[in-house]
């Protein structure tokens, strides 16, 4: 059954330093992956998604993931933090054509000044 | 496009009551999908529908939990004889048949507390 598992439900990290979020799946078939953010009483917005096609996926808000199969990992990761990035992170994998998607128990990043 | 709509955005109600959730999907979209979020969770999938049909239901959704979507357009979500643990917040997104592997559009979701 696919599934993922985020390590870290708590990351920290300074204003303009590195924001690495970390995904690692399970699935039998080729994934889809996705990451979406979340802030406080709000629904989920989708940051960027992995469907087959580059390995190296661009999004909003300057947040990129790379899609490691030999790794089963799909990390989230931005040069430079912003105040504005603090908010809650849910990685998902699609299944059934993406038609149900398998969420991870979500990261929470705080943005420190 | 006016995004995913819900309503109400919180519910109060006391145990033992009945409530029911309205979504409204991106108008264009044919399939409508509900999630459970509770609390430090990621969301959990309880059903889709592709038009009017309901497709899949989770083993989450008890028979207590009903949903419709009548036309194919808007759905609700009812919830009878509310318990505690059904203390969430439901989520619901929309996407065009055959493109839900560009990601869903989700709403803001309904925060209910059963108290």
């Known amino acids: 059954a696919q599934s993922v598992t985020q390590l870290g439900s708590h990351v920290s990290v300074s204003e303009g330093a590195l924001v690495l979020l970390r995904c690692n799946y399970s699935?039998?078939?080729?994934?889809?992956l996705f990451w979406y953010v979340q802030y406080p009483n709000q629904g989920l917005q989708l940051l960027l998604k992995?469907?087959?096609?580059?390995?190296l996926v661009k999004g909003i808000n300057g947040f990129e993931a790379e899609f490691k199969k030999s790794e089963t990992s799909f990390h989230l990761t931005k040069p430079s933090a912003h105040m504005s990035d603090a908010a809650e992170y849910f990685c998902?994998?699609?299944?059934?054509?993406?038609?149900?998607?398998?969420f991870g128990q979500g990261t929470r990043l705080t943005i420190n000044p | 496009d006016t995004g995913v709509s819900q309503d109400p955005r919180h519910k109060i109600t006391k145990r033992g009551q009945n409530v029911t959730f309205r979504c409204d999907p991106i108008s264009e979209h044919n399939r409508l999908y509900w999630y459970r979020q509770t609390l430090g969770q990621g969301p959990e999938f309880l059903t889709y529908f592709q038009n009017e049909a309901q497709l899949e239901k989770s083993r989450l959704l008890s028979d207590r939990f009903s949903a419709e979507r009548p036309k194919g357009s808007f759905s609700t979500l009812e919830i009878q004889r509310t318990e505690q643990g059904d203390s969430a917040m439901y989520l619901c997104a929309s996407s065009l048949d055959g493109q839900a592997t560009r990601g869903y559009t989700f709403g803001s979701g309904t925060r209910l507390t059963v108290v």
């Open positions: 699935s039998s078939v080729p994934p889809y």
């Open positions: 992995y469907t087959s096609a580059a390995t």
């Open positions: 998902a994998v699609g299944i059934q054509g993406a038609q149900k998607l398998v």
